[in-house]
């Protein structure tokens, strides 16, 4: 199983697609001790501090159907959340639909791209990505997100070798896609609710079209939409956009 290394690249994932494209074997990862153009989901820029923090690409080839690609998020998520738990005994929350939280504050973030769908299933593949905030401190994150960040240094005052984390998730994620295969996804997203540090909190989600909804949330269903009831009672079914804590 291939592991490049590399001391800077713009991002990961636009690395790891281009050898996912190239033919790259199932569980190549690429990890990079910083990014200059880290991005997360909508467009977000995914601050990428030297040496701090963990930046990694890696290439799935799971034996699913066109459909079920999406879920790999979830999966990804729950892989993260179960090695993390390992190596610092801290049970992390997940936020929909890709992030890692501790007590409102943002840890990491996945993101999980994937090559056209509809070309033969022999020749797909998936590229999750992963951003993990590991050994950075208060000092290292920009003023503007502060109040909002943490890191696995912070929440647990022991700095680990980036790498250490990076082969846990890398081993983990490989086991849970494995899983998935064989078991579907009903119990990933059972599994997931349990860790939804979102559930019952009130939400804004800004849809793609620019509306705002605030509202309590109810969770994601059993097709990973997540819900959330306005003011009104009126339940809505969240499939894209930008979720984040109310402000009322």
Known sequence: MKIVRLQSTDSTNRVAMEMAADGAAHGTAIISATQTKGRGRLGKVWQSP???????????????KA????????VAGLAVADAIK???NLQPGLKWPNDIYFFMKKCGGILSESSALTVDPSCRFAVVGIGLNVNTTINDFPAEVVTRATSLFIES???MSV??????IHAQLLLEVQSFERHGFTPVIKRWRE??????????????NGKVVEGISLGPDNLGRLHIRDDSGKVHEVLSGDVQLGTS
């Open 86 to 88: 390992q190596l610092y």
């Open 163 to 168: 790498d250490e984390v990076f082969t846990k």
């Open 195 to 208: 860790l939804d540090c979102m559930f019952g909190k009130r939400l804004a989600w800004v849809a793609v």
């Open 67 to 74: 459909e079920d690609f999406p879920y790999l998020t979830f």
């Open 50 to 64: 030297a040496g701090k923090g963990l930046y990694t690409s890696v290439i799935l080839r799971p034996v699913l």
């Open 157 to 159: 005052g022991r700095e």
